[in-house]
């Protein structure tokens, strides 16, 4: 007998809002059983990952600053995920972003221009664009694949991160530690929610999330970048370019991940440094195929990503739970949710062998 | 000042209810919280799994007067801070962070909550209630060039390097100064893979070392025993620091220079809780009973151990110091006068490489 699963015509819509409660439920159940086997009280564990992020103004606030860099990433490559075009390599747009961003106040540490923020916001984001732009110039110009490209450009971006602490922009009074100055005053993002670390990179996540959603509805442009990334073929029968498909999209989710670099060293950071990223780059590919690719779900995807992270990180505070237990938490719930949806798309189908 | 918190709260025991102070202030006061935050997994072996056992002398001394929470894998930056701030919001009053990279947050942490005392460690920044804490590891590391000269025949020595900070680069030069002390030919090699905890790049460095006839290896500041087992099977004599590495080794093993926080800890906590808790940088070596040599190869042949010991016994009474000079740097240039010996702080601003070391620093 085979099993085989067949893609199903319209996905239920009830099911498609039953899925992720189903999903919850499960790795709730599973979670129960591996934290009692740990010997761990499952109630506190539970009540610290997923109720405390939402119990106090802090760890709320800490939610929405986690959120701000996967939301605004994840949307730049949603862009491309929906053309079909692969841009594997956020995590390193986001570091030359960090970097492009740390030139000003890394080579003028008492400036306090106002003009100093906006040109190293508009630094990150166009180094983050540059950066992927190699991507799409291989894949146009010589058919290189931009998944290999996007990836092996990260770990050239983690080294330059390297060089230039270890050397050249090492603070000259931080004992050879590779790290940049902190930033003065002028470079720092302005805080969003007074008395959080909050800033208005979460209002750039928000307008991105905005300008996507108007960009993939409503303008012909989001459907020329379907076509041409879905079916190039049909796509230059009706005189749309593939070409154009690939730059648009790595250029948009290379923007995205700059900004968001730029974000981080001039938010929470305050200087540039090695662990620039947690690995939002690599998450946010997470975040936009949970959202379902669609501007409005990835917004919601982020925000659950957010809360998970936090209350993992809650969890290991308060619960005493080892941080392994925290990780296989976080990797049940995505398990169970992407099962879910794939028996949502497709229908199963069992077929006998045909007698010969 | 958990002290005078405390009498405080004594002294107004009577107006407390009036004062709807909540009560769970009172049994935190009684159980000290102790949190340890470290960058890469507290694992079987290696730095975080010697700060771990700092706390566990802790907790064998308080008893139940005292818990620790042990938050392992926390990387550095936004993420940290939000853990040390958490661990404080949660009723912790002392915390020891141990990496560089949580300096700048435990700092801001330690401003806006004076009750709070936090160690952290391989920092340069102090403040009232923190304190920077390293080991003087260049004093075992010097021990063991000696006995890595003896054992080599090909006169190279090998060392892969986490990063090229101070506290490695001491550790690299003593080894050097100690190997040259006993065959002034030797040679060292240095492959920096510029992370806390990459057991692959790490057993890439190794090899790397190893195919350039290095027959001893430093594993210098590697929380994994990629270097050593690769070592091992390569036939290389090996060592590392903090905790031994011998099972990973047997045969091959030149031994450790390890790493027993729980003096210093002890130490710390006891002044916490008399309220005399003074942030000040504490590096620690032989004579305070944290930088130990141990595990020794059986194939260190008798008359080189006691030529070890002897020295040893200069290192631990403080009369010897490996950076005494006339030492040359790298270019050939004096770096240190005949009959002067450099200071902590010299030692602990250190960026350039002693001859022998044939590797260039990265700048």
Same mark, same amino acid.
């Given at each position: ?232 073929? @049909? &796509?230059?029968? =009706? %005189? ?7 730059? *648009? #999209?790595?250029?948009? +989710?290379?923007? $995205?991940?700059?900004?968001?670099? @730029? &974000?981080?060293? =001039? %938010? ?7 662990? *620039? #990223?947690?690995?939002? +780059?690599?998450? $946010? ?18 925000? *659950? ?52 | ?363």
């Amino acid at each position: 007998m085979k099993i085989s699963f067949i893609r199903r015509e319209r996905a239920s819509r009830t099911a498609m809002l039953v899925a992720p409660v189903a999903a919850f439920a499960c790795a709730i159940v599973a979670s129960v059983v591996l934290f009692t086997l740990l010997g761990k009280a499952p109630g506190q564990a539970l009540y610290s990952l997923l109720l405390e992020p939402f119990l106090t103004w802090y760890n709320f606030s800490e939610v929405l600053l986690k959120m701000a860099p996967l939301l605004l990433i994840a949307q730049g490559l949603a862009i491309g995920f929906r053309a079909n075009v692969f841009n594997i390599g956020a995590e390193g747009q986001l570091i030359i972003g960090a970097i492009a961003a740390s030139a000003l106040p890394v080579w003028y540490p008492q400036g306090d221009s106002a003009f100093m923020l906006p040109a190293m916001l508009l630094m990150g984001a166009g180094a983050g664009m540059a950066w992927a732009g190699i991507a799409a110039l291989f894949r146009t110009r010589f058919n290189a694949n931009e998944i290999l490209v996007t990836l092996m450009l990260s770990l050239i971006a983690a080294q330059v991160l390297n060089y230039l602490l270890l050397g050249p922009w090492k603070d000259p009074h931080g004992f050879n530690f590779p790290q940049s100055v902190m930033f003065p005053d002028a470079a720092l993002l302005p805080i969003l929610l007074p008395g959080t670390r909050v800033n208005i990179s979460l209002l750039f996540a928000l307008i991105a999330s905005v300008l996507a959603s108007i960009l993939m509805r409503h303008r012909f442009a989001g459907f020329q970048l379907l076509v041409g990334g879905l079916a190039p073929r @049909a &796509a230059r029968y =009706a %005189g749309f370019s593939e070409a154009r498909a690939i730059w *648009v #999209s790595l250029l948009l +989710g290379g923007l $995205a991940a700059g900004l968001a670099g @730029a &974000a981080e060293v =001039a %938010g929470p950071l305050g200087q540039l440094q090695r662990s *620039v #990223s947690t690995g939002y +780059g690599y998450s $946010a590919i997470i975040v936009a195929y949970l959202g379902g690719l669609n501007p409005w779900g990835i917004v919601i995807s982020a925000f *659950v990503m957010s809360v998970i992270y936090i209350g993992g990180d809650n969890a290991m505070v308060s619960a005493d739970l080892p941080i392994a237990a925290v990780w296989v938490f976080q990797g049940l719930l995505l398990c169970f949710y992407l099962a879910g949806l794939t028996f949502i798309r497709h229908r199963v189908s069992f077929i006998r062998k045909a007698k010969p | 000042m958990t002290q005078t918190r405390r009498s405080f709260l004594k002294s107004t025991l009577a107006a407390s209810t009036a004062l709807a102070l909540p009560i769970p202030a009172f049994a935190q006061d009684a159980v000290l919280n102790v949190a340890l935050i470290v960058p890469s997994p507290a694992a079987d072996v290696g730095w975080s799994h010697t700060l771990e056992l700092g706390t566990k002398a802790l907790e064998a001394e308080y008893g139940d007067k005292i818990k620790v929470t042990l938050l392992e894998n926390i990387a550095e930056g936004p993420d940290g801070d939000r853990i040390m701030n958490k661990t404080v919001a949660d009723g912790n009053t002392f915390l020891i962070l141990g990496s560089f990279g949580y300096m700048n947050g435990g700092l801001k942490l330690a401003k806006a909550h004076p009750e709070v005392s936090i160690l952290h460690a391989s920092g340069y920044q102090t403040a009232p209630n923190f304190s920077p804490f390293g080991a003087r590891y260049y004093q075992g590391t010097y021990l063991m060039g000696m006995a890595a000269a003896s054992l080599s025949k090909s006169k190279k020595l090998g060392c892969v390097g986490a990063f090229a900070i101070p506290e490695l680069i001491t550790s690299i030069n003593a080894f050097t100064l100690g190997a040259q002390s006993v065959d002034p030919a030797i040679e060292v090699s240095v492959v920096w893979v510029n992370s806390w905890f990459d057991p692959a790049s790490e057993q890439e460095a190794a090899k790397a070392l190893l195919s350039q006839g290095c027959d001893v290896v430093f594993s210098n500041a590697q929380d994994t025993p990629s270097v050593v087992a690769a070592c091992e099977e390569a036939g290389a004599f090996v060592f590392n620091l903090n905790s031994s590495m011998k099972t990973y080794a047997p045969k091959k093993y030149l031994g450790v220079v390890g790493t027993d926080w729980a003096p210093y800890f002890k130490a710390s906590v006891a002044a916490h809780l008399a309220g005399t808790f003074a942030g000040a940088s504490a590096w620690l070596g032989m004579a305070d009973n944290c930088v130990f040599v141990a595990d020794w190869n059986p194939d260190i042949a008798p008359d080189m151990v006691a030529k070890i010991e002897a020295v040893h016994a200069t290192l631990l009474d403080g009369s010897f110091s490996p950076f005494t000079g006339p030492l040359t740097n790298q270019d050939g240039a004096e770096a240190v006068a005949a009959g002067v010996t450099l200071g902590d702080d010299a030692i602990l601003s250190m960026d350039w490489h002693v001859k022998g070391v044939t590797t260039p620093l990265p700048k």
